[in-house]
T-cell receptor, first 114, second 111 residues
C-alpha cells in the first residue's frame, strides 16, 4: 500500500463551524505533513510531525490545530475559519525526516469557507 | 534564504515535441533537488530527484541533471504526450524536513 488517503475530498463550512480533515497512511512512514495549496500556487508547508511529535509549525494561525493520534493518522482540526482559508489541503508522508526523502502526497481536501 | 525559480507558464506544445522546463536555485551547501508533478484533481507525485552534483534523475522519459556550476536542474523530455499535461514543480530540500517549491509550470500538450 503506497497511498496516502485523505477524507473528505470536498468540504464546505461556515465561519462558525468546527470540522476535521483526516489523513491516513500504512507505509510505516514516520514523518507526516500538512500543506495548504491555493489555486495556481505551490503548496505551502503548515505542520510537520516527526515520530508523532510536532516538529515544525510554520506560524500557522491557531484556528488550525493539528493532531497525530498515532504513526498512521494525522488530523487537522478547523475552527472559526475565514473565507481566505479556502484552499486545497494536502497531507503528505515520508519514511523519515531526512532532507532527500521522497514525499508521498494524498489527493487533498478541497475546502470552501463561506 | 533558499529559493527556487522556474520558468513561467503555461507552456503549450504539440504532441511529440521536445520539452524543457527551466529551474534554477539559490541555496547554501548542497541541497537535494526534485521535480514533482501534479495532475488535475490530484496531489503531487515525485517525478525524479538528484541528491548531489552531476547526478541525473530520470523517470517516465523525463530527465534532469544537477548542475552545481550553474545552480540549475532543468527538466527535459524528448517526446511529450497528451498525458504529460500537468503542473510541474521544481523543489529543493536543504534543512531537515522543509522542502521549498518553485511556483510551478503548467504544461499543456495538444494532440
Amino acid at each position: 500500500d503506497t497511498e496516502v488517503t485523505q477524507t473528505p475530498k470536498h468540504l464546505v463550512m461556515g465561519m462558525t463551524n468546527k470540522k476535521s480533515l483526516k489523513c491516513e497512511q500504512h507505509m510505516g512512514h514516520r514523518a507526516m505533513y500538512w500543506y495548504k495549496q491555493k489555486a495556481k500556487k505551490p503548496p505551502e508547508l503548515m505542520f510537520v510531525y516527526s515520530y508523532e511529535k510536532l516538529s515544525i509549525n510554520e506560524s500557522v494561525p491557531s484556528r488550525f490545530s493539528p493532531e497525530c493520534p498515532n504513526s498512521s493518522l494525522l488530523n487537522l482540526h478547523l475552527h472559526a475559519l475565514q473565507p481566505e482559508d479556502s484552499a486545497l489541503y494536502l497531507c503528505a508522508s515520508s519514511q523519515g525526516d531526512a532532507s532527500n526523502e521522497k514525499l508521498f502526497f494524498g489527493s487533498g481536501t478541497q475546502l470552501s469557507v463561506l | 534564504g533558499d529559493s527556487v525559480t522556474q520558468m513561467e507558464g503555461p507552456v503549450t506544445l504539440s504532441e511529440e515535441a521536445f520539452l524543457t522546463i527551466n529551474c534554477t536555485y539559490t541555496a547554501t551547501g548542497y541541497p537535494s533537488l526534485f521535480w514533482y508533478v501534479q495532475y488535475p484533481g490530484e496531489g503531487l507525485q515525485l517525478l525524479l530527484k538528484a541528491t548531489k552534483a552531476d547526478d541525473k534523475g530520470s523517470n517516465k522519459g523525463f530527465e534532469a541533471t544537477y548542475r552545481k556550476e550553474t545552480t540549475s536542474f532543468h527538466l527535459e523530455k524528448g517526446s511529450v504526450q497528451v498525458s504529460d499535461s500537468a503542473v510541474y514543480f521544481c523543489a529543493l530540500s536543504h534543512r531537515g524536513d522543509k522542502i521549498i517549491f518553485g511556483k510551478g509550470t503548467r504544461l499543456h500538450i495538444l494532440p
